[in-house]
Nanobody
Framework: QVQLVESGGGLVQAGGSLRLSCAASGNIFSINAMGWYRQAPGKQRDLVATITNGGSTNYADSFVKGRFSISRDNAKNTVYLQMNSLKPEDTAVYYC???????????????WGQGTQVTVSS
């Protein structure tokens, strides 16, 4: 089992920034990557960005590329999502996820954080 605890969401004006954190604990040796998803009201949960244990990143949502940045601190078993130039359409619950990258594709292992609300006002 892997436990994920998120923090850092909140309310911000358009154009502002937020940094989300996700601390992992438990059987972290079973995973080799982590990702951030987001789910807007009435919509499906979509993958936003992933990062491997070695630091390779991928941004699945072209809408956030160049504005969001995923990083990690292996000593703290923590992954971050830096979000800049936020837009109202970025409003969603953001979820941390643990999984693997195989063949360039991210696979969730089904471990989720509790979610953190990000609200961007216009």
């Amino acid at each position: 089992q892997v436990q994920l605890v998120e923090s850092g969401g909140g309310l911000v004006q358009a154009g502002g920034s937020l940094r989300l954190s996700c601390a992992a604990s438990g059987n972290i040796f079973s995973i080799n990557a982590m990702g951030w998803y987001r789910q807007a009201p009435g919509k499906q949960r979509d993958l936003v960005a992933t990062i491997t244990n070695g630091g390779s990143t991928n941004y699945a949502d072209s809408f956030v590329k160049g504005r969001f940045s995923i990083s990690r601190d292996n000593a703290k078993n923590t992954v971050y999502l830096q979000m800049n130039s936020l837009k109202p359409e970025d409003t969603a619950v953001y979820y941390c996820n643990a999984g693997s990258v195989l063949g360039g594709r991210y696979y969730s292992h089904g471990y989720w954080g509790q979610g953190t609300q990000v609200t961007v006002s216009s």
